[in-house]
């Protein structure tokens, strides 16, 4: 039986570039599952989605804020839409400026290849000595705020400020009934295996003093799925693959290539595409509507 991928893809924003990936990614029974951030207009997207087969949308959508909480949310809601829609074997996270640098065939080669490989490498931040590591989860952080008042974004400036002194004033790990978890960080891309996607959503779902310790921490698409998979049955199922940056940099990237000097860097240059093709990534991040160039020359080699 052929393989079948979901692919969960959270968005707030350019709904054609949105539309242009569904449509690329399009490959027999796949299919393409998209959170539109509540604050935005959920009507383009549907227009530009218009006529690509396997396209669905989440109906009940939360509001998306960098860092925060909802975002898992979101993600949970999604995977839950694909999980019921159907037997998908990998469920594949893309942000809404990812693009495929391989075509769909390649993609599924390559997962047919990795059968049971889960792509979520992440380090082990409890027992970290870089504060800016640890604070992740020993600090407070409130980044879910819909219109604060002065007050509160005062109250989360000085909150925020605070735990740049690298104080540990909340645990580093979380305690699962007789279990110790250590927390982990790796990038918010994965991709997973159906059992080990069903194992995720059912700790979200029933495991609400999980989710209360992760509410605050930072930022929770970073660490949330990571964690459970690293203290979980999956974990020596997860690769151990090393892509390097141009950089030269070693990262804990999975299979979703991005540069981020200062900020993430958007890329639009088509000779571009020639070195990300050899990075050992599926997908590449950051692209929009303004990498035509980029995308032009993507497409005229993988469709």
Excluded at 135 to 145: A, P, S
Excluded at 173 to 178: A, H, I, L, P, S
């Amino acid at each position: 039986m052929a393989l079948k991928i979901a692919y969960i893809c959270l968005c707030h924003t350019d709904p054609v570039f949105v539309a242009r990936t569904a449509k690329t990614l399009q490959y027999e029974k796949d299919g393409f599952f998209i959170h539109v951030d509540n604050k935005q207009d959920i009507t383009p997207f549907r227009e530009a989605c218009n006529g690509i087969e396997n396209v669905y949308f989440v109906e009940e959508r939360i509001d998306n804020y960098w860092g925060g909480y909802n975002s898992i949310i979101a993600t949970m809601r999604t995977i839950k839409l694909a999980l019921s829609t159907n037997d998908y074997d990998r469920f594949v996270l893309l942000q809404g400026q990812d693009y495929p640098l391989y075509s769909p065939a390649e993609i599924h080669n390559f997962f047919e290849s990795n059968i049971d490989i889960e792509f979520c490498k992440a380090k082990n931040i409890s027992i970290s000595k870089n504060k800016k590591d640890y604070m992740k989860c020993c600090g407070l952080w409130l980044m879910d705020m819909q219109h604060p008042s002065f007050l509160m974004k005062c109250i989360r400036f000085l909150i925020h400020k605070f735990n740049t002194f690298g104080i540990k004033y909340r645990m580093p790990t979380f305690k699962n009934g007789k279990e110790k978890w250590r927390i982990y960080h790796g990038w918010a891309q994965f991709a997973l295996t159906r059992d080990c996607v069903k194992y995720v959503l059912d700790i979200y779902e029933n495991n609400a003093k999980y989710n209360k310790y992760m509410k605050h921490r930072f930022p929770p698409d970073e660490i949330y799925i990571q964690t459970i998979i690293h203290n979980s049955p999956f974990s020596d199922k997860v690769s151990k693959d090393v892509i390097v940056r141009r950089s030269g940099e070693e990262t804990l990237l999975n299979l979703t290539y991005f540069e981020y000097p200062v900020y993430v860097t958007v890329f639009t240059d088509k000779e571009d595409y020639k070195w990300l093709k050899n990075t050992g990534c599926l997908f590449v991040r950051k692209v929009n509507s303004s990498s035509s160039n980029l995308l032009d020359e993507i497409d005229k080699h993988i469709l």
